[in-house]
């Protein structure tokens, strides 16, 4: 397990170092950067206060020097920075993050809570009434689109009680009780569509498993219901399930752009749309590469995970 | 008179009163709260308003700064008899209007602290008309050519400043009254309004929570006893059109966003919560077409004015604008304006014709002149910004083009890219959108119509309408100006120099306990929230 592990790092910190050389090459290809965007807000461009302008920031320097520069910075723990606010880029940064996580890991605990043990009712009573409810459930979940939820949720309590979530961000140690509630619409609206998915592979991995010599062993063994769903069938069909879990996780780190901006949270995935429309590459670069850092991550808890669950994964043995 | 209607009098006086009463701002204004106002996107640069053109910074900086001299807040229609002094106690203008001298008010602080003297007024002054020997340079001047006439800014004493013109421009002052044109000080590097705030102004800055809100407080040091009455302001950024709707909705917003608030936005909100306060007021941005006079087919000065001819501007006003915009010349139209020519003065012009056949009759006539034909088509491709209120007016002038032989095509631009292109001239036709800070002559035609100005995006450039322009900028008479204005704007139009479609019109809402906060005529110029107090 451990050489596993430590490949698996190694294999990750090649990958960020060829996600950063994509990431800087694709914010360079994008026509514009922030000079333009500068000028826009004033109506016009002139050339030779740009090329002062792209001088000051750094712009005016080959690629190849400005991607070695940002990989120093990284090396460092120095982000360079943001050229829009002119303040270091961490600085900007870091106040994102815990909203974002906190977001995703509680609409990932919405999603897991709904999505399992509905997908496990659906498949034991498969072809039901209650399955046939279920399953409509879920695919109402994955064709409403998290904004638009998101955006019903509001117009319902403004229409019906007048009352909307906070607008800026409350921590827990101002209100907790405020903070649980900016949180948990947003959470709602993004866990449902999650719910979803995860209620469907679980409801299809079940069955398959359900079907299985050793379930059927198991029931003529007098097993209990209860041991035999949750034990035998559950703990082997989880695998999918962990793996869509993994990949949603990583997915709302940099989806959550609308759900963040319906909401109002000041949310890594809302900054990110706003810092890639400004050219701000300080910010974008770091931003995507705290993506790519969960991304990374979520995959490798996801393996670690397969291997605690099912005892026929045997890493680096 | 009978007993009867003797006994009618007291409740006639009453009701006589109630009628006549003056507005609600003459309730004894009161002391304390704060109000939460919409911001739609972050302020960038900062509260840098030198270094910026949009209302997105201008509206929520404001507060921290002061002119010398300042459109009255309280009065809605902006002009030279509605300014009154701020930094500037009182000024005079000496020489035939060649030299304009400021006295200052003594005793005011900036926010730190330090002392503000004439020093900090020429420092800005010569810093934005970019002297020899400025002390100091700004990253991006965009309104350096208002300050173009100024020969010198003289520091007489502490408490006197003299602008020395180099020839009359009584609109000088009505610029230096914009809500671009705060003074700042000269001991703090212009860079750093970027990220901070030392200002004179009413209201201190608090706290910048990025991407969150811009909080300020009062300022207890403030030049003026007794104001400001509110004890702070919040500026809530919020991206989401939605959301911000049903912020102001459910009470979380005191204030909208100047030029937020659309006819039908403001009908559903009034239908929602009728006690809302809606003001429909001009925002000083009109939507225009520009077309490249530098390059085939617009050079033929034909083609451009069949493009004019072809556009009914009041069948846009409806269906784009759903009747929330007014139709007009290169400057805002009456009621709302102050310059601009009103209905009576529009037939005759190009696209203003009783029955818009006519007008599409005209413009097929002047293609074919031109060598276009039904068979022959000119095909071009239309630019336009790439966000929804750019792209709904491009939709529908290339419909009206299409009914006239002119097959446009839409590309839409992003907003990275839009002005760098326009400033190029690496277009041939594109559907614009134009604000102005006051609503002034010379603030409009030297930065839209002067020869070589970036901002004159079609690159028109008439000899006889500069000379037109600098007429009206040193004519002293405020009648014979006014005709020479009417006049620049109607060969403007005939020249369809960037033939004008429409003004946008706001409707500018407010919570009913807001008092004092009259929207203006032009949108970059209210904000100083001086005057506002909180019946709450």
């Not at chain 2, 809302?276 to 000083?284: A, D, R």
């Not at chain 2, 007016?393 to 839009?418: D, P, Y």
């Amino acid at each position: 397990m451990k050489t596993y592990v430590l490949q698996r790092l190694v294999i990750a910190v090649l990958t960020l170092l060829g996600m950063s050389l994509v990431i800087f090459t694709l914010l360079r290809l994008a026509p514009g950067d922030i000079v333009d965007i500068l000028f826009s807000t004033a109506g016009y461009v002139s050339p030779s206060e740009k090329q002062a302008i792209m001088k000051e920031l750094g712009i005016d320097r080959p690629y190849w020097v400005q991607y070695l520069d940002w990989l120093r910075q990284i090396a460092t723990g120095d982000l360079g920075k943001s050229y829009r606010y002119d303040l270091p880029a961490w600085q900007i940064i870091r106040p994102l993050l815990p909203v974002t996580l906190e977001l995703a890991a509680l609409s990932m605990v919405f999603a897991v809570a709904l999505g399992v043990p509905t997908g496990v009712i659906s498949a034991v009573r498969q072809d039901t009434g209650l399955d046939y409810v279920l399953r409509i459930f879920s695919l109402a979940g994955l064709s409403m689109p998290a904004f638009w939820l998101g955006m019903v949720i509001i117009l319902t309590l403004v229409t019906w009680l007048q009352w909307i979530p906070p607008l800026t961000y409350v921590s827990p140690a101002q209100d907790l009780k405020l903070h649980a509630v900016q949180f948990l619409l947003p959470a709602l609206a993004v866990g449902y569509r999650s719910s979803a998915l995860i209620m469907r592979i679980t409801r299809s991995a079940l069955l398959e498993v359900l079907r299985e010599d050793y379930i059927r062993t198991a029931w003529a063994k007098g097993q209990g219901g209860r041991v035999v769903i949750w034990r035998h069938a559950l703990k082997n069909a989880m695998l999918p399930v962990i793996t869509v879990i993994g990949i949603e996780f990583a997915f709302l780190i940099g989806g959550l752009v609308v759900t963040e901006r319906v909401f109002n949270l000041p949310g890594v995935a809302r900054f990110l749309v706003d810092a890639i429309l400004w050219r701000d590459y300080p910010i974008v670069q770091n931003l995507v590469m705290f993506i790519a850092i969960v991304v990374i991550l979520a995959n490798l808890l996801v393996d670690m995970l397969y291997g605690v669950l099912d005892p026929r994964v045997r890493y680096g043995s | 008179m009978n007993r009867a209607r003797i006994a009618a009098l007291p409740s006639l006086v009453v009701l006589l009163s109630l009628v006549l009463a003056p507005p609600a701002t003459s309730q004894t204004p009161k002391h304390g709260g704060t109000l939460n106002l919409m911001l739609r996107e972050e302020l960038s640069p900062g509260f840098a308003i030198h270094e910026t053109g949009t209302i997105s910074t201008v509206w929520p900086a404001m507060p921290c700064f002061n002119n010398l001299v300042l459109f009255d807040p309280l009065k809605k229609t902006e002009s030279v008899d509605t300014i009154i002094g701020e930094l500037a106690e009182k000024w005079s203008w000496q020489d035939n209007f060649r030299n304009l001298v400021f006295f200052l008010r003594k005793g005011v602080k900036w926010h730190d602290g330090q002392a503000f003297t004439s020093r900090d007024v020429k420092f800005t002054f010569d810093m934005l008309r970019e002297a020899a020997d400025a002390p100091a340079k700004l990253r991006i001047n965009p309104r350096k050519d208002w300050y173009a006439n100024i020969e010198a800014v003289e520091a007489a004493d502490p408490h006197t400043v003299v602008f020395r013109l180099r020839k009359p421009q009584p609109s000088l002052l009505l610029m230096l009254a914009s809500g671009y044109a705060p003074v700042y000080a000269a001991h703090v590097p212009p860079a750093s309004y970027r990220t901070g705030c030392v200002g004179t102004g009413p209201f201190k800055l608090k706290e910048w929570r990025k991407g969150e809100y811009v909080e300020f407080v009062r300022n207890p040091d403030y030049f003026v006893k007794g104001r400001p009455y509110l004890d702070g302001l919040k500026y809530l950024i919020i991206a989401e059109r939605g959301t911000r709707q049903a912020a102001l909705q459910a009470g979380k917003l005191d204030v909208a966003f100047p030029g937020e608030t659309t006819k039908t936005a403001a009908e559903q909100l009034k239908k929602a919560v009728p006690q809302l306060v809606i003001t429909p007021v001009s925002q000083n941005v009109n939507d225009n077409i520009i077309m490249n006079v530098k390059k085939p087919p617009f050079d033929n000065p034909k083609v451009r004015l069949a493009v004019s001819h072809a556009i009914d501007r009041r069948a846009l006003v409806q269906a784009v604008h759903q009747g929330g915009a007014l139709v007009g010349a290169s400057l805002a139209p009456k009621p709302w304006g102050f310059w601009g020519l009103g209905e009576r003065d529009l037939p005759g012009l190009p696209g203003y014709a009783a029955k818009p056949a006519d007008e599409k009759a005209k413009a097929m006539k002047l293609m074919a002149e031109a060598g276009y034909t039904p068979d022959k088509p000119l095909k071009v491709e239309m630019v336009t910004r790439a966000i929804a209120i750019y792209v709904d007016m491009a939709s529908f002038v290339i419909n009206e083009l299409k009914l006239v032989g002119i097959e446009a095509s839409l590309k839409q631009i992003e907003t990275a890219q839009w002005h760098p292109m326009a400033t190029r001239g690496d277009y041939q036709i594109g559907a614009n959108l134009t604000g102005i800070g006051p609503d002034d002559p010379d603030a409009n035609f030297y930065e839209n119509y002067g020869c070589g100005s970036p901002r004159n995006y079609s690159q028109y450039c008439s000899e006889q309408v500069g000379k037109m322009i600098d007429q009206q900028s040193q004519e002293l008479d405020p009648k014979k100006r006014v005709e020479l204005v009417y006049a620049i704007q109607k060969k403007l139009e005939a020249d369809a120099a960037r033939p004008i479609l429409d003004w946008k019109i706001d409707h500018f809402t407010v919570w009913p306990h807001v008092k004092n906060l009259i929207p203006h005529q032009s949108i970059y110029n209210f904000g100083r929230m001086q005057e506002v107090w909180s019946d709450k």
